[in-house]
């Protein structure tokens, strides 16, 4: 196994927040290549997350984000499975971090299965016409439609939008990185954003 600098191993940890530990076995096992390692440590906090996904999380933490202005405000609900990991520094700066990215880009809802079935119907329909408007025939239209929904999700739910302090990363991957350091269920339970002049 080829040896790894601690350099190495800390320029990861600075891009990835994983442990040492972690960092080290990822840049061991992709044979020191940076971008490889970043793939290698996101893969396993999606594995560790979807092990820990039916837990029940009857505890959490409530954070909120007030922007400078004083004109948009948000309030999240991020639940966990117990009361300890909603103390953590990690879970509350997890909060924060979504909340004030809330505020920046106003998703429409947490993720794809709460988008509520009448506004994708009404985007798919937009889709479709743009695409015979521009003189698409009925089954290409039809097929252009799929990439467009996609895309929409990306815009529109919370843990699919590129996360606002690195882009790099979307709040999914957050998310994953958080269960897979403190071994916890933890998820986003709700949101609400206020924005003055606007219902």
């Known amino acids: 196994m080829a040896e790894i600098s601690a350099s190495k191993v800390k320029e990861l940890r600075d891009r990835t927040n994983a442990g040492m530990m972690d960092c080290k076995k990822a840049l061991q096992e992709c044979g020191g290549d940076m971008e490889q390692a970043i793939a290698w440590l996101r893969q396993k906090g999606l594995a560790v997350a979807m092990k820990r996904a039916g837990r029940a999380t009857s505890e959490g933490v409530i954070q909120s984000y007030i922007h400078s202005n004083n004109k948009i405000g948000v309030i999240v609900e991020v639940s966990c499975e117990t009361d300890f990991v909603a103390k953590t520094d990690q879970a509350i700066k997890f909060a924060k971090d979504v909340a004030m990215h809330i505020a920046a880009v106003n998703p429409m809802c947490i993720g794809r ?28 239209a039809e097929k252009m439609v799929a990439g467009r929904v996609e895309k929409y999700y990306k815009e529109i739910c919370l843990l699919e939008q590129p996360f606002v302090k690195n882009p790099e990363v979307t709040i999914q991957d957050l998310l994953n990185e958080l269960i897979a350091k403190l071994g916890e269920s933890i998820s986003i339970k709700r949101f609400v954003r206020y924005q003055v002049g606007q219902d």
């Open 113 to 140: 299965e709460s988008v509520p079935a009448e506004v994708l119907e009404k985007e798919k329909q937009i889709y479709i016409n743009q695409a015979l408007d521009s003189g698409k025939p009925q089954n290409i």
